[in-house]
């Protein structure tokens, strides 16, 4: 037999026995682990379960698995139950959703032939317009709901007045504006002079309110003896014109601020309008006006629009509007913070929302106006400073009126109202209202 050339015979029998031994010593501890030396003691290997004990294993395994499932479907079930919910309580904003992005897709689709007019694109100015009409309006309906989910967690947790009660019984009233005109028990006459003027009654309120969704109520609380004198007045005033809103709270001229609160967070447990405003009775109020300034503003969220002011922070004691907490405002001598004059302003209903959830921790200073800006002052808020919402008496409001550009509302800075108003109600409406038919025909 040949080999190789430069290959020793022995040599190679030598190492193919070696090699033999190693494979059969490698076998030999296949039972064991590969890498366990040949000398080294096996380890003891564990005791063999009895055939119950596994059984009772495989029991628990199948019982622990069921339970896990029947607590994922449960929890599957309670979430597409609340979803349910949800959609039921507020069915519109899914289709209002849809529908706005609806439109913003088919502004920008160029199959869409209402785009192309003789085979030229639409103005692009035009489209940017309404397209930015579309994301304000989509952006409003998502804060509306946002303070809605709000209300309505706010009134499982903390309960309902009773005010809030009575209305889950009915569904609420549709308006587009509730105008709250602040009055007191010794204002009657100043009601009388509002009624005979800007303020429609009877069938006519009723019409208005029905055509218009325009609501306006006198808002007054309770005399600090209920069901007394002032009370009953109220109530034979209230038999008469049914103009009247109610609040559970007690009169004073130092509880304005709180009036205030009640005021947006009882409205808005009755109507659901898109604007609350709140007036003195001595000022002149040009309803149709007034429509079209909220009517351009309908589309957007947080809107609080007034005749916005900064005066100083009074710290003398014993002086009108002092301020008790003007050490807050900084240095003596330092403004308030820009909000809207008491006289007249107005809000959107989200706004009100915010109001009506926070009532309890809202912070009331000493003045009502800068209660309001200070609740609204860290928020999103878009401060609308109008002052066609702010124009003096005649000859002030008259000259304006003349040159076309009729005030929403008049009176005289000086009495923050319109001075001896009982008196001069008439001549004020005679010289600068708007005629009686822009009432009717306002279209917003």
């Not at 959830?357 to 808020?381: Q, T």
């Amino acid at each position: 037999m040949e080999f190789a050339k430069g290959k020793n015979p022995r040599l190679l029998a030598s190492k193919k026995t070696k090699l033999t031994v190693g494979l059969r010593r490698l076998m030999h501890t296949a039972g064991g682990w590969p890498w366990q030396l040949e000398n080294e003691p096996r380890k003891m290997r564990g005791k063999a379960l009895s055939g119950k004990v596994i059984i009772v294993l495989c029991i628990a395994c199948f019982l622990a698995g069921s339970v896990v499932r029947s607590w994922t479907s449960t929890h599957h079930t309670l979430q597409k139950n609340d979803d349910e919910q949800q959609e039921r309580e507020f069915p519109i904003i899914r289709h209002h959703v849809s529908k706005q992005l609806a439109e913003v897709r088919s502004d920008f689709d160029p199959k869409n032939p209402s785009n192309f007019v003789e085979g030229k694109s639409v103005d692009i100015m035009e489209e940017v317009t309404r397209t930015h009409q579309a994301i304000q309006s989509l952006d409003k309906t998502i804060s509306a709901l946002e303070m809605e989910l709000a209300v309505a967690r706010t009134r499982s947790i903390d309960g309902q007045n009773s005010v809030e009660r009575a209305s889950t019984n009915h569904s609420l009233q549709k308006a587009f504006v509730v105008i709250g005109i602040n009055t007191a028990f010794s204002s009657k006459k100043r009601r009388h002079s509002v009624r005979e003027t800007w303020m429609p009654t009877g069938a006519k309120l009723k019409k208005l309110e029905e055509e218009k969704g325009i609501v306006i109520k006198f808002v007054i609380g309770h005399s600090a003896t209920p069901g007394g004198v002032l009370d009953r007045a109220i109530d034979e005033e209230e038999a008469e014109f049914h103009d009247f809103l109610r609040l559970k709270h007690v009169e004073g001229y130092h509880e304005l601020s709180t009036k205030t609160r009640l005021y947006f967070s009882t409205a808005i447990t009755i109507w659901d309008a898109e604007f609350y405003l709140k007036v003195d009775d001595d000022v002149h109020v040009n309803i149709g006006m007034l429509m079209n300034t909220l009517g351009r503003h309908r589309s957007k969220p947080r809107i609080y629009i007034g005749c916005m002011k900064s005066g100083p922070v009074l710290s003398q004691e014993g002086v009108k509007y002092h301020e008790p907490e003007y050490w807050k405002f900084g240095e003596e001598g330092n403004k308030y913070f820009r909000h809207a004059t008491g006289q007249i302003y107005a809000i959107s209903k989200d706004l009100a929302a915010y109001i009506s959830i926070n009532l309890p921790i809202l912070h009331r200073y000493a003045n009502e106006d800068v209660s309001l800006g200070a609740w609204f002052i860290g928020l999103e808020v878009e401060h609308v400073d109008d002052r066609s919402m702010c124009c003096g008496t005649p000859p002030d409001c008259e000259w304006k009126a003349r040159a076309g550009n009729v005030c929403v509302a008049s009176f005289d800075w000086s009495c923050s109202g319109i001075c001896k108003s009982v008196e001069r109600m008439k001549e004020v409406h005679q010289s600068c209202g708007e005629g009686d038919d822009a009432l009717w025909n306002v279209d917003f």
